[in-house]
């Protein structure tokens, strides 16, 4: 167990629509980080929040948006949904934005339709 | 940016074995290079990390050694256990940026018992 809770484990939408997914970090970290998992590849950055501010982002398109509250919790958001957008979406959070480990969530898998 | 690459995508041992998995990376700023495990259905969970100013580490069974000049890093586990099945992913920091990570493609591991 890490901590990271996610929600929704598993969700359906059509090409267009709009997706928020949610994640609740570990008491007391202030990063979070969200990734995106393919069938069969690994996880890539997206994007990570500190202490409610963006840090930093990946290659990933301003449809993909974060926001990061001071309860622990986040949420990832995905509007105009293209169906190479289905993947398992990961979050992750840390103590801050340079200790090392971070402890991730089992994530929610997106399909696009 | 960064680029990792992992090898090989897949490995099948027998069990009290030893398995080890090469990544290399092209970013000389990295400075963080950690190892994941994901298991069926669950989140990565990190298994052993190591910095740049270190050249090997060990944790029991698991080891990992760091070659900067070259830029590649591998994962050694000995006396391999069928619970050591898994997916395992190498990572390295966005250039020296904390922990924003770009992972390997990820390496199958099977022990046969």
């Known amino acids: 167990e890490t901590g990271v809770t996610q929600s929704p484990t598993h969700l359906i939408k059509t090409r267009g629509q709009q997706v928020t997914l949610r994640c609740s970090s570990q008491s007391g970290h202030n990063t979070v980080s969200w990734y995106q998992q393919a069938l069969g590849q690994g996880p890539q950055f997206i994007f990570q929040?500190?202490?409610?501010?963006?840090?930093g982002r990946g290659n990933f398109p301003p449809r993909f948006s974060g926001l990061q509250f001071p309860n622990y919790s986040s949420e990832l958001n995905v509007n105009a949904l293209e169906l190479d957008d289905s993947a398992l979406y990961l979050c992750?959070?840390?103590?801050?934005?340079?200790?090392?480990?971070?402890?991730f969530g089992e994530g929610s898998r997106l399909t696009v339709l | 940016g960064e680029n990792v690459e992992q090898h090989p995508s897949t490995l099948s041992v027998q069990e009290g074995d030893s398995a080890v998995i090469k990544c290399t990376y092209s970013d000389s700023a990295s400075n963080y290079f950690p190892w994941y495990k994901q298991e069926l259905g669950k989140g990565p969970q990190l298994i052993i990390d190591?910095?740049?100013?270190?050249g090997e580490k060990k944790d029991q069974r698991i080891a990992v050694t760091l070659n900067k000049t070259a830029k590649h890093f591998s994962l050694h586990i000995t006396e391999t256990q069928p619970e050591d099945s898994a997916v395992y992913f190498c990572a390295a920091t966005l250039g020296s940026a904390g922990n924003m990570l770009t992972f390997g493609g990820g390496t199958r591991l099977m022990v046969k018992p």
């Open positions: 190591i910095r740049s100013n270190v």
């Open positions: 929040y500190y202490r409610e501010e963006e840090n």
């Open positions: 992750a959070s840390s103590y801050d934005t340079h200790t090392g480990e971070l402890f």
